[in-house]
């Protein structure tokens, strides 16, 4: 160990390079979820205890811990629940490019549904973004069941 | 629960990149000074708690590797990790282990060594089907919830300048803390580069490569060991649902730590913390985060947190100085961050904080906090139960 | 102050289960506390076992926080072997801490490069570079274990079929001769792809409470953990010494030495049986996984809680069992270890 902890350069390094790929199932839940997308459908499952309809859906309420089956519509359009505009740049893990900065995000409170949803929004200056402000999906032409089917969310005029 | 106490406690230096060492051996540094802080060698170790976030190191089980920088070779070793909670359970963890009557004597200690891994991408791997396609990172994520702070509680960019500037000017105090700026401004906060609005580079916490572990000990051997022992009067644990959109209007509701507080409150017999409370050590990854947890932790009522940042009452004379240690603004390994504030919390009541001492200190608070809303509360008294 | 064990449920193990990790692990919830006659509201305290990196998620106990009914509970996560999991919710009973606690542990080897993923384990300046896994460990284990044992390819042979023969009814491979494993390719010489456990997804979850000693049902006993020199070369590698010293612990926890009906080793390979019962000093009266073990299916992360719950039901059922270990293992050729004891009053 050397003295001066934090300056001293190392003796010694080795360089891994990770490439790892993993096979994720969706569950009942989501991959109905995503087929709903394809066709610019959006569903939300309501739990039959406390009535929350949950984006994204789920197997389980956590909060009445029962299982959901319940499907209900909900609509492409909601309100800005929180809003922010990102100008650190980071990775896109869908590319694993870093997303060119500056860019809008917010959480949506989508109609029919009660929790939010957090996606990006066309709109990136401050001044003319607020709670409350009404958004609507805007939908990618080649619809391919994820959630980036919606490009991002529009301030409605 | 049965009396366990924190009876020593010991940290590395922590800096940007620890390139003088290895990950055991930065666990090593911690683990030997908190022997040393103990009076004990590694042979009256029982069990070790490690706290690691493997995958910004890009790693699988660390403890195989790392763990013989705790002294674990050839003993009960087992690892925690709950993404920024985890060093705060670690200790929980460790609490419990000697609290059950199978280990008298137990080392917890917590590393991050963000250097040698890739913590953005360590971070990225969140829901597949759902956060993955719209990621908009830690800081991202805190400023949408920050933006609903602001609005409801009209906290301003100056109150959160106010708290980076409390933060590093208490870390040029502490000898183990990554960033020290003595001389820190608000300007200079507002004038730092935006990340995501409203949060500027200097409200948030830095990556830092470093470790910290604390010596636990149950009743018998606590008192022999530690001429002032921090006795764990609550230690509380409460998680939230999976996804940011779950927990409405998150960081002024924070129901897991309000719920983590008043219980551990009430087990320590605690009604008034921001009198009763000599010493907080909290967790905030960002100076907004810090107003909205007085709320949460009780110290203020609803929409005064604004107000105990200007007023001073947190500052290192105030009437609860809330991380003298300079906290996560200052240092954050996050493997280790969540250990650094129980044993800064610890190490107040041992009246061992040289620079950043509080005066008589005998009731500490330390908290955690992780993913969207998970959160840990921990109090420490001078005074067993 | 005692330790029952009041339920006990699994999912799986399944070969490339089609659901996502939170069904799979409801799957087990619901069961264990379904046979605690226990709701999700009467749980004080979950604690989870799971490996971010073979999972492919940051902090992956995220993905079950829910259907563990962790919301607003105190939860935490131990990445490590399911066993210790179990051993460590029984500390928080003991503790005084809480009084009912779920124990999950979860794996699915059919998510990623199981083996492969176990190479990030290793130390990476001395032992990743060498193009090592977990695997391969185990093969330079049991190459030196057959340097000086002409018998032991033939016997360890004989061990996998018997276990798959078991197995075969409810695990996730055929039963095979002892001529087929040594006629199987061989993985990492000695070792052939028959004398190891098929790989699995699944999950186990058990419920702890705290009892009196002599309320009727299982018990959790004496337990014992340990974590060996990380480097091969700092361990003999022809024993198990980890297990004997977590297994000492084990027996100091428990007071006696009990007589064992049942032993439910963590055995991935077959060569494996030969150092527990060795460490253990098994008496030769002492079944060993009866059920074939992990030939069954071996659920990384989940395997030593699945034998805790293989040995409880081996106590409950018919036999009129008195007493059985279970054990757990993780890291490189058997670096870290776990024991328990489990006794029915």
Not at chain 2, 155 to 184: C, D, G, S
Not at chain 3, 18 to 37: C, D, G, K, Y
Not at chain 3, 267 to 291: I, M
Request: net charge negative; glycine share 10%; hydrophobic share 45%.
């Amino acid at each position: 160990m050397r003295a001066d902890p934090g300056t001293a350069t190392p003796a010694l390094s080795v360089v891994h390079e990770m490439r790892l790929t993993w096979r994720y199932a969706s569950g009942t839940a989501m991959e109905r979820f995503l087929a709903g997308l394809a066709e610019r459908r959006i569903e939300a499952l309501r739990c039959g205890g406390c009535g929350r309809r949950y984006l994204p859906p789920r197997p389980f309420c956590g909060r009445c811990r029962l299982r959901l089956s319940d499907w209900v519509p909900v609509r492409d359009e909601g309100t800005l629940d929180a809003w922010t505009v990102v100008h650190l740049p980071i990775v896109d893990a869908r590319t694993g490019e870093p997303r060119p900065v500056p860019y809008g995000m917010g959480l949506i409170r989508l109609d029919g549904a009660d929790t939010t949803l957090n996606h990006y929004l066309a709109e990136a200056d401050p001044d003319r973004l607020a709670i409350g402000l009404r958004v609507r999906a805007v939908w990618r032409e080649e619809l391919r069941g994820a959630l980036d089917d919606i490009l991002h969310f529009e301030v409605v005029p | 629960m049965r009396r366990v106490a924190v009876v020593g406690t010991g940290q590395t230096r922590h800096a940007k990149a620890r390139e003088d060492v290895s990950q055991p051996e930065l666990v090593r540094e911690a683990a030997r000074a908190a022997l040393e802080d103990a009076g004990i060698g590694p042979a009256e170790i029982d069990a070790v708690v490690l706290s690691n976030m493997e995958l910004f190191e890009g790693r699988a089980l660390p403890e195989l590797w790392a763990g013989e920088g705790a002294f674990a070779a050839g003993k009960p070793c087992l690892k925690v990790a709950t993404g920024g909670t985890s060093g705060t359970s670690a200790c929980i963890a460790g609490f419990h282990l000697a609290a059950s009557g199978l280990f008298d004597v137990v080392l917890v200690a917590g590393f991050e060594k963000h250097s040698e891994g890739h913590t953005q991408t360590g971070m990225a791997l969140t829901d597949p089907f759902w956060d993955r396609a719209v990621a908009s990172g830690a800081v991202g994520n805190f400023a949408l919830s920050i933006s609903q702070l602001q609005a409801e509680r009209g906290i301003t960019e100056e109150q959160a300048a106010l708290v980076a500037v409390k933060a590093r000017r208490n870390a040029a105090r502490n000898p183990h803390a990554h960033l020290q700026m003595a001389e820190l401004t608000v300007d200079e906060v507002l004038d730092s580069r935006m990340l995501a609005h409203p949060v500027r580079m200097l409200d948030m916490c830095p990556q830092s490569d470093g470790a910290c572990a604390i010596v636990v000990a149950s009743d018998e051997p606590a008192r022999r060991l530690c001429p002032r022992p921090a006795w764990v009067r609550a230690a509380v644990t409460r998680h939230e649902q999976p996804y940011l959109g779950d927990v409405d209007r998150r960081l002024l509701t924070m129901r897991t730590l309000r719920d983590a507080a008043r219980a551990a409150y009430d087990a320590a017999g605690i009604r008034e913390p921001l009198r009763e409370l000599d010493v907080a050590e909290i967790y905030e990854p960002v100076t907004y985060a810090e107003l909205a947890w007085y709320e949460a932790l009780g110290l203020c009522e609803e929409g005064e947190a604004g107000r105990l940042i200007e007023d001073g009452v947190t500052a290192m004379d105030g009437e609860l100085p809330v991380n003298p240690s300079g906290g996560v603004l200052s240092t954050n390994p996050v493997g280790a961050s969540g250990v650094i504030r129980v044993a800064e919390a610890a190490l107040q009541i041992h009246g061992r904080g040289g620079e950043r001492q509080v005066e008589g200190a005998s009731t500490a608070l330390a908290t955690g906090y992780g993913v969207y809303a998970w959160s840990d509360v921990v109090v420490l008294q001078a005074e067993a139960a | 102050m005692s330790v029952a064990v009041a339920g006990v449920g699994e999912s799986g193990p399944a070969l490339d289960d089609p659901r996502s990790i939170p069904e799979i692990v409801l799957e087990a919830v619901e069961e264990a506390l379904q046979e605690a006659r226990l709701g999700f509201d009467s749980v004080d305290a979950v604690v989870t076992a799971s490996v971010d990196l073979l999972d492919g998620l940051t902090a992956s106990n995220i993905a079950v926080t829910e259907v563990v009914g962790a919301v607003l509970k105190p939860e935490t996560r131990i990445a490590a072997d399911g066993l210790v999991a179990a051993i460590h919710g029984s500390c928080l009973v003991r503790a005084g801490a809480y009084e009912t606690v779920l124990v999950v542990a979860h794996g699915k080897a059919s998510l990623g490069p199981y083996w492969e993923l176990t190479s990030w384990a290793l130390d990476p300046i001395f032992l990743q570079p060498l193009g090592l896994d977990f695997l391969a460990c185990a093969g330079l284990q049991a190459r030196a274990l057959a340097e000086d044992d002409a018998a032991a390819e033939q016997r360890w042979a004989r061990i996998a079929a018997e276990r798959r023969r078991a197995a075969a009814a409810h695990g996730v491979a055929p039963a095979c001769t002892a001529e087929d494993v040594l006629a199987s390719p061989a993985v990492a010489s000695p070792l052939r792809r028959e004398s190891c456990a098929p790989l699995a997804d699944g999950a186990t979850a058990i419920v702890l409470r705290a009892a009196g000693p002599a309320e009727p049902g299982v018990h959790l006993g004496g337990v014992g953990f340990d974590l060996s020199p990380h480097a091969l070369g700092e361990r003999e590698l022809t024993e198990w010494d980890g297990l004997r010293r977590a297994w000492a612990r084990a027996l100091a926890v428990h007071g006696t030495r009990p007589t064992l009906d049942v032993a439910e080793p963590s055995c991935v390979f077959a060569y494996e049986e030969d150092l527990f019962r060795h460490a253990l000093e098994l008496d030769p009266g002492t079944e060993v996984s009866p059920g074939g073990g992990l030939f069954a299916g071996f659920v990384p992360v989940a395997a030593g809680l699945s034998r805790l719950a293989a040995v409880v039901r081996a106590l409950r059922g018919p036999g009129g069992l008195r007493a059985g270990v279970a054990h757990g293992t993780w890291g490189p050729a058997g670096q870290g270890q776990a024991v328990a004891i489990l006794e029915a009053a």
